[in-house]
């Protein structure tokens, strides 16, 4: 198949781009690089079955392809706060874009939406059928709130014009090929540690987050998109939760730092808790995450070694 993942230098777009040339698909990456580098996709570069298109999604672009895995936004709060105006125009404009595009060549198209349409949950932990709740005006709003309109526009072009969809809300998902300037807790925390500076927890760090390896995610997506009769929205994440302070001592631990923790303002909006109920993932896609915190730090900290010493 002939395949576009948009985002596809970014940090999750580059692993599924990896996994789709090893099943010998043609895979297109496009990419603006605000937060992705030619880095992450350097080494698919030469292979027949890649290609690689710049381009901003918020303009429009026709290729000829049978699926489309729409990934690209900046994922990092610190990122898309950095210009909000342009993060809605790449939700609304850019998922717009790409719904014309598989609207006019039938292609199959997965959203790669996020636990962030919960906003601030009151319900935990959180199933699909929960609408959130989320401040329309605040900070963090110009991602969830965009992110809730892609789904909208999704939900819109299948009932008006059958686009064949697949909307998808993933959770806290770390690995290597994160920028070192990413901002996200799960990077910086182990940066600092491996330089032995202070732990920087927002907060308390009594709020808690669930993490989700890089390879569990892509493998969940792929299933996702192969699914006949199912379109979601479902939950890829992985349920074991963790308060930040205890994410912060476990990088300690498995990093050997001697860095202290000092606790820093808490952002506005920053969600108290979150937690994926993934009973529709297990039922319907034969999904759950393989990958636990311990090993999946254990892959992501030898990554940050090597870039920080290429610095
Ligand atoms: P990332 O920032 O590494 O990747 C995003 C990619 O999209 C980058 O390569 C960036 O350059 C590209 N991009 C951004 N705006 C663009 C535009 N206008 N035109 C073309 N390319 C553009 O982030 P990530 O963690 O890999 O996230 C990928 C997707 O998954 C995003 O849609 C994000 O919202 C979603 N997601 C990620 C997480 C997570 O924890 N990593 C959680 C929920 C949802
Ligand atoms: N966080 C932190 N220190 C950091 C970066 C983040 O304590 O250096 C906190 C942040 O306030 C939030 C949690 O870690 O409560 C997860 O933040 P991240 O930006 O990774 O993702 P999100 O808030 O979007 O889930």
Redesign the pocket.
């Known amino acids: 198949m002939r395949i576009l993942v948009?985002?596809g230098?970014?940090?999750?777009?580059s692993h599924l781009c990896d996994k789709l040339i090893e099943q010998g698909h043609d895979v297109i990456a496009?990419?603006?690089?605000?937060?992705?580098s030619k880095e992450n996709i350097r080494h698919l570069i030469d292979h027949w079955n890649f290609e690689l298109v710049r381009?901003?999604?918020?303009e429009p672009i026709m290729l000829e392809v049978d699926q489309i895995y729409h990934?690209?936004?900046?994922?990092?709060p610190v990122?898309y706060q950095y210009n909000p105006v342009k993060t809605i125009k790449?939700n609304v404009m850019?998922t717009i874009n790409m719904l014309g595009m598989a609207k006019r060549v039938r292609a199959r198209m997965m959203q790669?939406s996020?636990?962030e349409v919960y906003g601030d949950p009151q319900i935990h932990p959180q199933k699909e059928d929960y609408w959130g709740h989320v401040n329309p005006i605040g900070v963090r709003s110009c991602y969830d709130e965009g992110?809730r309109v892609a789904e909208t526009l999704m939900m819109d072009y299948h009932r008006q014009s059958k686009v064949d969809i697949k909307i998808i809300r993933?959770?806290?998902?770390y690995g290597p090929r994160m920028?070192l300037n990413d901002g996200r807790v799960v990077s910086n925390f182990i940066i600092q540690a491996l330089q032995n500076k202070p732990i920087t927890i927002y907060g308390d760090g009594s709020q808690s987050r669930s993490f989700q390896y890089v390879d569990d995610l892509v493998e969940g997506s792929m299933r996702m998109m192969q699914k006949d009769d199912f379109i979601g929205p479902v939950n890829l994440g992985n349920p074991n939760e963790f308060t930040i302070l205890s994410l912060a001592e476990q990088v300690i631990e498995q990093t050997g730092s001697r860095s202290k923790i000092v606790f820093k303002e808490l952002p506005q909006d920053d969600p108290t808790q979150r937690q994926p109920d993934i009973s529709l993932a297990r039922e319907q896609l034969n999904w759950q995450p393989t990958i636990e915190l311990i090993e999946g730090l254990q892959k992501t900290i030898p990554y940050f070694e090597r870039k920080l010493q290429e610095q």
Request: aromatic share 14%; proline share 3%; hydrophobic share 40%.
């Open positions: 948009t985002g230098a970014g940090f999750i777009g496009l990419d603006n690089f605000f937060t992705g381009h901003d999604i918020t990934f690209a936004c900046p994922a990092s990122h790449t850019g790669a996020t636990s992110k993933i959770f806290n998902t920028a």
